[in-house]
């Protein structure tokens, strides 16, 4: 079945940059999409961008552009999420997630806790 | 961006109950609507796509309708497993969720 792990727990500095991973696995990485979907403690969903490795295209929501950039290894079939010039609103949970055309995030990988702290 | 608007934001029902839940896109998706499930501490799971469809392994006590820009996920008999949060994700442009919807035990 599709596994997705991500990278571990991070602690950053205010205006700094973090970059998390996730490898798939149980799928052929070049027929993905993958979004990422982060989750401020206590709070909804929150879609970020989605990126398609085959092409290297990716898509970001509105909010995040400039700010946000994804990227993809066939080789290694890990997908990757930069944020950059990170404040404390950007404490959250990080999750990566396989997705399907007309149907969404079939799979979830397990989150990365990112906290900013000066 | 679509926006997506969810309601109730929270809901107090009892074991065996029927609830609904609502979710109002802020133009027209066709069916590109997907409920999702999560419980504290864990990761979403997919429920419902294409507006009713009824992802493998979900009980079919869930079930959606809808289109356009007006969408329902209904649970008919409420069991203990289902207090959790729930979120409208529209699939036509882009992605956006709606704010959730947390079902609580009365």
């Known amino acids: 079945q599709v596994q997705l792990v991500q990278s571990g727990a991070e602690v950053k500095k205010p205006g700094s940059s973090v970059k998390v991973s996730c490898k798939a696995s149980?799928?052929?990485?070049?027929?993905?999409?993958i979004s990422w979907v982060r989750q401020v403690p206590g709070q909804g969903l929150e879609w970020m961008g989605g990126i398609i490795p085959i092409s290297g295209t990716a898509n970001y929501a509105q909010r995040f552009q400039g700010r946000v950039t994804l990227t993809t290894d066939e080789s290694t079939s890990i997908a990757y999420m930069e944020l950059s010039s990170l404040t404390s609103e950007d404490t959250a949970v990080y999750y990566c997630?396989?997705?399907?055309?007309?149907?969404?995030?079939?799979?979830w990988g397990q989150g990365t806790v990112v906290t900013v702290s000066s | 961006d679509i926006q997506m608007t969810q309601s109730p934001s929270s809901l107090s029902a009892s074991v065996g109950d029927r609830v609904t839940i609502t979710c109002r896109a802020s133009q027209s998706i066709s069916n590109y609507l997907t409920w999702y499930q999560q419980k504290p501490g864990e990761a979403p799971e997919l429920l419902i796509y294409a507006a009713s469809s009824l992802q493998s392994g979900v009980p079919s006590r869930f079930s959606g309708s809808g289109s356009g820009t007006d969408f329902t996920l209904t649970i008919s008999g409420l069991q203990p497993e289902d207090f959790a949060t729930y979120y409208c994700?529209?699939?036509?442009?882009?992605?956006?969720f709606g704010q959730g919807t947390k079902l609580e035990i009365k």
């Open positions: 994700q529209q699939t036509y442009s882009s992605y956006t």
């Open positions: 997630t396989r997705d399907q055309v007309g149907v969404g995030a079939t799979d």
């Open positions: 149980g799928v052929i990485f070049s027929s993905v999409a």
